[in-house]
């Protein structure tokens, strides 16, 4: 795991007692993500990567698939 980063919670947490949320840290040359429940998993995209994901995730279907 990377040391020493600096952790930011998404602002759609909420702050309620519920800790599930993505976080966000960045180094110089990386961005880092991680689920707060699994705080030891991290994914360091690289910027292709990261684009491809937040285009899939923005133009992806808005409801659930069903069966």
Known sequence: MPEGLHWQKSSFSGGG?????????????????RESDSPTTILSPTPTALHALLTALRDGPRTPPQG
């Open 17 to 33: 007692g519920d800790t599930s949320c993505v976080e966000i840290s960045t180094a110089p040359t990386t961005l880092h993500l």
